[in-house]
């Protein structure tokens, strides 16, 4: 995908059906496309082609909320400033008691406040691989999970 779109500009002009193909397998693909298109035209009118590299103008951005931000942040320009919460984080640090919220923002914050910066965006990683593989959501693994030993919870939803 990324050999066919390699400016922002290049998301922006996408053809109408062609982007939403490309990005099918992604889930709510015809929203994700229009978000695509708008972020795209932004970048390239409003930051000369080039991604922006702060929470407050990726914000900006259409399409783009703090789980977005953080993933660009952490993956694209190596900074932490928060900690990515999908469904996966949430559900794992529940069920791990290291959170009790269900507000992304809240449990983003109480993660935060337990992983240093330098080891966040590996970590949410981790729990998103994991929350996939092994402890998923209706049917965790737990006699195959590797930190069992670890988890305060075990069988807390």
Not at 48 to 63: N, Q
């Amino acid at each position: 995908m990324f050999r066919k779109y390699r400016t922002a500009a290049d998301y922006a002009r996408a053809k109408p059906g062609e982007l939403e193909r490309d990005i099918r397998s992604t889930g709510f693909f015809n929203s994700k496309a229009r978000s695509l298109r708008r972020a795209g035209a932004a970048i390239a009118a409003e930051h000369g082609g080039k991604v922006p590299g702060t929470m407050e103008e990726l914000l900006e951005l259409p399409g783009v909320g703090r789980k977005t931000a953080n993933v660009v942040l952490g993956n694209a320009f190596g900074r932490e400033e928060g900690f990515v919460v999908d469904t996966h984080v949430g559900r794992l640090a529940r069920r791990m008691g290291l959170t009790w919220e269900r507000d992304p923002l809240k449990v983003e914050r109480d993660l935060s406040a337990l992983v240093p910066r330098g080891q966040r965006t590996m970590a949410a990683h981790y729990f998103i691989f994991h929350g996939r593989r092994v402890c998923q959501a209706r049917k965790p693994a737990c006699e195959s999970c590797p930190v069992l030993p670890l988890c305060p919870r075990v069988g807390v939803s």
